[in-house]
């Protein structure tokens, strides 16, 4: 009986006249949730490429190299026509400013939220007597729950304005070393402002992963410095960072598929920058997410449809970017738990 | 041989000489972990330039009392710590002691090897880079030689970049040992350092132990009674958190004089 049953099994859903109708329901409905994420990324990849292949032909390899972005003339009768397709008279879609806002605001994030994130997970696990742990651990995962748009209206009403006037201004002195630094520094709406906002948000993701890590590491082999008379942080430096080093990668990569990702904030703070790159640090720029939805209005209205395709093809290139990341992340993750072992390099 | 020549109890304490450093004491000791009391006043005297093992079953206390001579139940919530301990005439406990420099002067060595996960070189270099001890350019030459001196140094001269975790467990604890000694510590303290180590690695260490007594004073924790005959000079039998006796090796082996430790190393406690 179990063996038909097996069998049965393993030919999937079909000819069970020995399981009830209740049972055959029942299993159907579950083996439909169970596809229902692989549907839902497999349909959303293909609507993608499948709406974004005429703006593809069209643009061709300006996609990526182009910084002019715009939908052309709606009104006009003429059009005009690169590879085949037809379009309003002067669109282009060259997306190379969005790409780069994108990789470049989440990269700053993560450079910003990575060490702080580590910092505050030492600080909070090694240092802060454990009854106040789950207090502070709170207030960790209430940071994680702040809605993106809350972040935005604070950057452009306090924050932005605030850091262009009491920080920016130092900062832009490091200019005389690091030309991106180099003023002028705006109004606090730009690509800074946008990436420090962005590390507030991803900061309660990599910290709450680096969290259990840190607990992971062995007591005795932090002991083992304790008794050699190392402070707590040279013990941190040569014990527990690089025994989390790999994990605290992963996490980092799990932060930055979310700074890639969020709309809402970026748009609201970035100064919306389109057709240049950014200047410097300070710089109004613009990301693939904030630009889909800042432009998806006006694409609507275009008769030819093709600018409801240009941003699709961009959205594919963020799909694209998002995915690779976290593939990326999934596959340091599979050779953290498959125990390379971690070695450092001392102090 | 250096260690069967312990076996015996031959060697005199005159083997204690200036190079040997201060031996330590402990007076009323009584240590708890929030409401549990698990020393209850111990006083004992580790006699510099000699080996003291600490004896005794499971749960008796031998690990915390060790652990209390170099501070290391400091950060863990709700221990408290009464009576003195002392490194010669210094107050272990006293609010002024450097408890780095204290931890730098009082070596250890765990019940299972923990290396560092760093380079095998920076393993032994790192604290005594810390500490002041070597400069940079001192650490290839001082390197060699405390692992000469434990004798791994021809296992991984060719390896020193690379991480320790490849050495066997005997290799591990020897490199333990090597970063011990790198600081040049006056007391060590062993907790069962060879519990987790084939016999051959187990011999290897216990000759360097006998052999480390000329320079420092030696604390071992051990299960094994055998390993105690061997090595120590002095031994101390704890019970459920009191001493019961403190004798010489010699002298306790030929027959415990008290009755509670003569159970247990007759095997009828434990």
């Keep these: ?347 | 041989m250096v260690a069967s020549a312990a076996a015996l109890g031959v060697r005199p304490a005159t083997h204690a000489t200036q190079t040997a450093g201060p031996g330590m004491t402990v007076e009323d000791l009584r240590v708890r972990f929030d409401a549990r009391e698990v020393l209850h006043g111990i006083s004992a005297a580790f006699a510099r330039g000699r080996i003291t093992a600490l004896i005794g079953p499971t749960g008796c206390g031998k690990t915390t009392l060790l652990r209390s001579l170099n501070r290391l139940h400091d950060g863990r919530p709700g221990a408290r710590i009464s009576g003195r301990v002392r490194l010669g005439e210094e107050d272990v406990y006293d609010a002024r002691t450097n408890v780095r420099e204290l931890r730098r002067r009082i070596g250890m060595l765990f019940q299972r090897p923990n290396p560092f996960p760093q380079s095998i070189r920076e393993n032994v270099a790192l604290a005594a880079r810390i500490h002041g001890l070597w400069s940079r350019a001192e650490v290839p030459e001082r390197t060699e030689k405390v692992l000469r001196e434990v004798g791994l140094w021809d296992a991984v001269r060719d390896r020193l970049s690379s991480a320790p975790f490849a050495l066997s467990g005997g290799q591990q604890q020897l490199l333990c040992l090597a970063r011990a000694l790198a600081v040049e510590p006056e007391v060590l303290l062993l907790d069962e350092p060879t519990s987790s180590l084939d016999p051959g690695s187990m011999s290897r260490i216990e000759e360097l132990i006998a052999a480390l007594r000329e320079r420092m004073t030696v604390i071992i924790v051990t299960h094994n009674l055998q390993q105690a005959a061997r090595v120590a000079d002095e031994v101390c039998v704890l019970l459920d958190g009191s001493l019961v006796e403190q004798a010489p090796a010699a002298a306790f082996f030929r027959g415990p004089s008290d009755e509670r430790s003569r159970a247990y190393v007759e095997g009828r406690i434990g």
């Design chain 1, 1 to 347: 009986m179990r063996l038909r049953l097996r069998q049965r099994s393993s030919t999937g859903l079909g000819a069970d006249d020995d399981l009830s109708r209740t049972d055959r329901v029942v299993r159907a409905l579950l083996l439909l949730t169970a596809l229902i994420p692989v549907l839902a990324l497999l349909f959303l990849a293909a609507e993608m490429v499948n709406s974004a292949v005429p703006a593809l032909v069209y643009a061709g390899g300006d996609l990526f190299t182009q910084q002019l972005f715009t939908f052309g003339n709606l009104y006009a009768t003429a059009e005009t026509v690169s590879h085949g397709i037809h379009a309003p008279l002067g669109a282009a879609y060259g997306a190379l400013p969005f790409i780069v806002g994108t990789l470049l605001s989440s990269a700053i994030a993560l450079a910003i939220a990575v060490p702080i994130s580590v910092g505050a997970v030492l600080a909070l696990v090694e240092r802060v007597p454990r009854r106040f742990q789950p207090a502070l651990s709170v207030f960790l995962e209430l940071l994680a729950g702040i809605p993106s748009v809350a972040y935005g209206f604070w950057g452009i009403l306090y924050f932005g304005p605030a850091l262009a006037q009491h920080l920016y201004p130092a900062l832009s002195r490091l200019g005389v070393v690091l030309p991106f630094m180099r003023g002028p520094v705006g109004a606090g709406e730009g690509l800074l402002t946008a990436a420090v906002i962005l590390a507030v948000m991803i900061i309660p993701i990599i910290a709450a992963t680096t969290r259990e890590l840190v607990r992971t590491v062995p007591v005795l082999a932090k002991e083992g410095a304790v008794a050699l008379g190392m402070t707590p942080y040279e013990t941190a430096r040569t014990v527990t960072l690089p025994f989390i080093r790999n994990g605290i990668l992963a996490a980092s990569v799990l932060g930055w598929a979310r700074a890639l990702g969020e709309t809402m904030a970026v748009l609201m703070i970035s100064g919306d920058l389109l057709n240049a790159l950014p200047a410097n640090i300070y710089s109004p720029f613009s990301t693939i997410a904030a630009t889909i939805v800042d432009l998806l209005d006006s694409a609507l209205t275009d008769p030819t449809g093709m600018a409801v395709h240009a941003l699709a093809a961009i959205g594919l290139i963020l799909l694209a970017i998002t995915l690779a990341t976290n593939l990326a992340g999934r596959v340091i993750i599979r050779r953290v738990t498959t125990g390379v072992l971690p070695v450092g390099r001392g102090i």
